[in-house]
């Protein structure tokens, strides 16, 4: 069973790293670069403190422990738990890889972490701000997900990598948040009390 899943894995990421175009190739360069990614967070935290002033700290904090959970769940635990090969280390499938990129990056690959963050960022901005600013979502979302197709277009991810990588990250986000809710909570309580 696990054979056949990373057979149909590998087809399906030779299709899509195989659909290629020279525009294309220098896009997802740069959408696949974290550094690119950095004046849109620091926007971001622009407006929410702009918008939310001493409540954002709160966000703010839950949006960079998101970040924390996600990242260390798919960096730190299971890629070196699981040991699968990114595809651009794996020896029979280099002349057939589009790779965009100068290096593959680390050995392995499984589950992506740029995923996992993407889409903690997307799913933890949606429970804090997404009833009151939605347009946030119809954002935030499509953008995490293009961060993580490109990883697949580069040539450094599979698409289960980023499935995976994906829901780390949604789940990520619902235990950040709940985790700073409920400590604000608890700390306004204490507050009430003495």
Same mark, same amino acid.
């Given at each position: 069973m696990l054979h056949q899943i990373q057979e149909l894995d590998t087809r399906i990421?030779?299709?899509l790293n195989g659909a290629h175009a020279p525009w294309a190739d220098t896009l997802m360069y740069w959408v696949t670069q974290r550094n690119t990614w950095i004046p849109l967070y620091a926007l971001l935290i622009i407006w929410l403190i702009w918008q939310y002033k001493q409540a954002a700290a709160g966000m703010i904090g839950a949006l960079i422990l998101t970040i924390l959970f996600a990242d260390q769940a798919a960096s730190g635990l299971l890629k070196p738990w699981v040991e699968r090969l990114r595809p651009c *280390? !794996?020896?029979?499938?280099?002349?057939?890889i589009h790779l965009v990129v100068e290096g593959c990056g680390g050995t392995y690959g499984f589950a992506s972490s740029h995923a996992a963050n993407s889409f903690g960022l997307a799913m933890a901005l949606w429970l804090l701000v997404g009833r009151r600013f939605a347009w946030l979502g119809w954002f935030f979302f499509p953008w995490?997900?293009?961060?993580?197709?490109s990883r697949? *277009? !580069?040539g450094?991810?599979?698409?289960?990598?980023?499935?995976v990588g994906?829901?780390?990250?949604?789940?990520?986000a619902y235990a950040a948040v709940g985790i700073v809710r409920y400590g604000l909570s608890k700390s306004k309580r204490s507050k009430l009390i003495s």
């Amino acid at each position: 069973m696990l054979h056949q899943i990373q057979e149909l894995d590998t087809r399906i990421f030779l299709t899509l790293n195989g659909a290629h175009a020279p525009w294309a190739d220098t896009l997802m360069y740069w959408v696949t670069q974290r550094n690119t990614w950095i004046p849109l967070y620091a926007l971001l935290i622009i407006w929410l403190i702009w918008q939310y002033k001493q409540a954002a700290a709160g966000m703010i904090g839950a949006l960079i422990l998101t970040i924390l959970f996600a990242d260390q769940a798919a960096s730190g635990l299971l890629k070196p738990w699981v040991e699968r090969l990114r595809p651009c *280390y !794996v020896s029979y499938l280099s002349t057939k890889i589009h790779l965009v990129v100068e290096g593959c990056g680390g050995t392995y690959g499984f589950a992506s972490s740029h995923a996992a963050n993407s889409f903690g960022l997307a799913m933890a901005l949606w429970l804090l701000v997404g009833r009151r600013f939605a347009w946030l979502g119809w954002f935030f979302f499509p953008w995490a997900a293009i961060v993580s197709y490109s990883r697949i *277009y !580069v040539g450094v991810h599979y698409p289960f990598d980023v499935l995976v990588g994906s829901g780390i990250g949604i789940g990520a986000a619902y235990a950040a948040v709940g985790i700073v809710r409920y400590g604000l909570s608890k700390s306004k309580r204490s507050k009430l009390i003495s």
